[in-house]
């Protein structure tokens, strides 16, 4: 491919942008070990600037997604406005109810209205949050489930979910959804509450307009197809937002496109044939990972990248083509026209898109040739590093 791409493609390019996640920026591990990594923040504020950076050298990244507690400040105003000055906003807020003693057999699903209760208060803690960082959504994702069968009664934890949910989308501001995340099992092992899309799904339609379903990639079992939950989604108007990630076995949380770029093609291409670039229809591509033994801030650079080079390719699928060929029963033919724009290397065409528009051609080597990485080891000395608080 030329060094050049279609005008048309440049400009859904233009309008891309992926929230990163504060908690990429901190040390993260397994239950077996978390590996300390020199530089690593300490401060909401010191994540906020690995994430300005990032999107310093990719023009893609122009917002932060915020872990309360894990990200709590006396004045998310002045946090606000100290991302704004570094060039980034404030994005998702996603809630925590899966580190709480009080939440061992659930937090909105719990059979024990006062636990309950304190769930629904979070949540609505987290809203007030969201007025001060201008966020827009607001995620919540459940650790709740049971481990044994006989343990939990199903049936009446669905309804406790659909009273706790209607509690705090009626304590929604104006411009502010609420995004419900599935999980097919973990720390759940037996039955997990908000296990599917089919589950987010009635639940977010029940509530109303301004609620929505995440769709994190690695929240599915092992050959799921997830782009036809993106197109599903997309075709019922309840596709809120991604967190994206790579898995081989579990929720792995590994780069996006790294452990399957090909699923990323194909789920990026649903998103272009839905709309779901198109902003009015609101959906949020959000990453959600940890870097565990690779360096951090050129790991998200390497994500933003990835999500950028699938979608490229997924808008050069020649859709005219594609249809004739589908309509005409032509399936080898159809299947060719895909594959062509997935093996078209974009590489040469997104560099020069990027230096167009004042950004590195190669961000990862810009940002190793800047020093910044060791500044931060010379400057973040002492403290308390940042973690996911495990
Ligand atoms: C749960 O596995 C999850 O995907 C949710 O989005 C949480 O908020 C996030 O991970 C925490 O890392
Ligand atoms: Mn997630």
């Given at each position: 491919m030329t060094a050049t791409l279609p005008a048309a493609v440049q400009e859904q390019l233009a309008l891309q942008a992926i929230e990163v996640p504060s908690w990429a920026y901190g040390n993260s591990g397994t239950r077996f070990k978390v590996f300390a990594t020199p530089g690593t923040p300490r401060t909401p504020e010191e994540k906020i600037a690995d994430a300005a950076t990032v999107h310093a050298h990719t023009g893609l990244a122009p917002k932060v997604a915020l872990h309360i507690p894990w990200d709590e400040v006396d004045d998310y105003g002045a946090l606000r406005r100290y991302a704004e000055?570094?060039?980034?906003?404030?994005?998702?807020i996603n809630s925590n109810t899966f580190?709480?003693?009080?939440?061992?057999f659930g937090s909105l699903?719990?059979?024990?209205?006062a636990i309950r209760r304190q769930a629904v208060e979070h949540h609505v803690r987290c809203l007030e949050v969201m007025e001060q960082t201008g966020s827009q959504d607001l995620k919540i994702w459940l650790a709740d489930g049971s481990n044994y069968p006989g343990q939990a009664d199903l049936r009446s934890r669905?309804?406790?979910l659909a009273e706790s949910l209607r509690t705090i989308y009626d304590a929604?501001?104006?411009g502010q959804r609420l995004v419900l995340e599935y999980k097919f099992f973990e720390p759940a092992f037996y039955h997990t509450d908000v296990p599917d899309w089919g589950t987010a799904f009635v639940h977010t339609l029940a509530l109303g307009e301004k609620a929505a379903v995440c769709l994190d990639t690695g929240h599915h079992a092992p050959g799921t197809n997830i782009e036809f939950i993106v197109a599903q989604l997309l075709r019922l108007g309840k596709l809120g937002s991604f967190d994206f990630n790579s898995r081989f076995y579990a929720d792995d949380d590994l780069i996006v496109g790294a452990a399957d770029p090909f699923q990323l093609f194909r789920i990026m291409t649903e998103v272009v044939r839905g709309g779901g670039l198109?902003?009015?229809?609101g959906v949020v591509f959000m990453l959600d990972q940890c870097h565990n033994v690779e360096e951090k801030i050129p790991g998200q650079i390497r994500?933003?990248?990835n999500v950028q080079e699938m979608t490229a390719r997924a808008l050069l699928v020649d859709r005219d083509a594609l249809s004739a060929a589908q309509a005409a029963g032509d399936v080898l033919g159809a299947h060719a026209i895909l594959m062509d724009a997935f093996h078209t290397d974009i590489r040469p065409a997104l560099a020069a898109w990027r230096e167009e528009r004042g950004?590195?051609?190669d961000p990862l080597a810009a940002f190793f040739a800047s020093g910044y990485q060791e500044r931060l080891v010379e400057t973040r000395v002492g403290g308390t590093p940042a973690g996911w608080g495990a």
């Open positions: 000055d570094l060039g980034v906003g404030l994005g998702t580190q709480d003693d009080a939440y061992k699903t719990n059979s024990d209205p669905q309804d406790h929604l501001g104006d198109d902003p009015a229809n994500s933003v990248l950004l590195p051609a």
